[in-house]
């Protein structure tokens, strides 16, 4: 089936009372075997980039790409755009198709991340396109940011920040980190008390860090979408230096990357049906 809204795909996710897994590409070969590790798997999930790694393939050609794969999936699958910045990214990630976008504003104090989403909220609504927004701030390495803050969500701000920001949905911190370098210390409590006071379903970044059985749990707090990037970037990179510390004259390109993108693959399908058994 086409790509679809991510309206729609939460629309299949509360059908079946499952967590979509959101997956970060970069390129070609980690983009497709995303695609194909969620059709595989049978859940519903996502398709992300940041504007970082949109350097390497500009927002244009990763439209493309996932519309072309998509039409021979079966498996509903939404391009997102992960960390959008600035008020340009999210208008060139909705001019080639992405079906959600996310504006992170977590920077910003408390009136302007407020001012920037709505912006963009009343920009995507045009267009029918949901949009995620960030309260809090998340430890870790983020692409090449290193960010040392760790701000968790305050509940007492959420339903107000969500009103009047207009969002769909919120990426909350809770003890939550991005990479794999810092240890995260997830406060069920906390996520409880938010998800009480917030009118929208909840978001969750840094997944690749957080142990299973914390992930499912964070299902009954209505998160209905964790975001998994380093875990597999980390899978396509040590595949690679596999064949070198084999080989240091290997040259075999499309042996090493079809063998990469099999190994994403795998990974992909194997967390999405491990975050929903």
């Known amino acids: ?25 970069t390129n070609l070969e980690t983009t497709l075997a995303i695609m194909e590790g969620l059709n595989e798997s049978g859940y519903p999930g996502i398709i992300q980039i940041t504007p970082n790694n949109l350097k390497l393939s500009g927002y ?7 519309k072309i794969a998509g039409q021979k999936f079966e498996t509903p699958i939404t391009l997102h755009l992960d960390h959008g910045k600035t008020f340009d ?37 045009c267009f029918n396109i949901p949009v995620e927004a960030e309260l809090g701030a998340i430890a870790g390495k983020e692409d090449d940011h290193i960010s ?44 409880k008390k938010i998800s009480q006071n917030s009118p929208v ?26 975001n998994i990037a380093s875990e597999i970037r980390k899978v396509f990179i040590q595949t690679i230096g596999q064949f070198y510390e084999v080989n240091h004259n290997e040259y075999n390109l499309l042996k090493v990357l079809m063998k990469a993108k099999q190994s994403v693959k795998e990974t992909v399908s194997l967390k999405a049906r491990l975050i929903n058994s």
């Not at 990214?89 to 408390?110: R, Y």
């Not at 969002?167 to 409590?189: K, R």
């Open 1 to 25: 089936m086409p790509l679809v809204n991510l309206y729609t795909l939460l629309e299949f996710r509360d059908e079946r009372k499952t967590v979509a897994p959101a997956f970060n590409t």
């Open 60 to 66: 244009e050609y990763i439209g493309e790409i996932t």
């Open 89 to 125: 990214d999210i208008k060139m990630a909705v001019q080639v198709g992405f079906g959600s976008v996310m504006i992170d504003g977590s920077e910003l104090d408390f009136e302007e991340n407020i001012k920037l989403t709505k912006r963009v909220k009343d920009y995507c609504k």
């Open 148 to 191: 040392e803050d760790n701000l968790k969500t305050d509940p007492t701000l959420v339903e107000e920040f969500v009103k009047r920001s207009g969002c769909d949905l919120l990426a909350v911190s809770i003890g939550n980190v991005h990479g794999l370098e810092g240890q995260p210390n997830i406060d069920l409590d906390l996520l």
């Open 201 to 226: 379903p909840l978001v969750l970044h840094g997944g690749s860090g957080i142990p299973l059985e914390i992930i499912k749990k964070i299902r009954d707090y209505n998160v209905v979408k964790v």
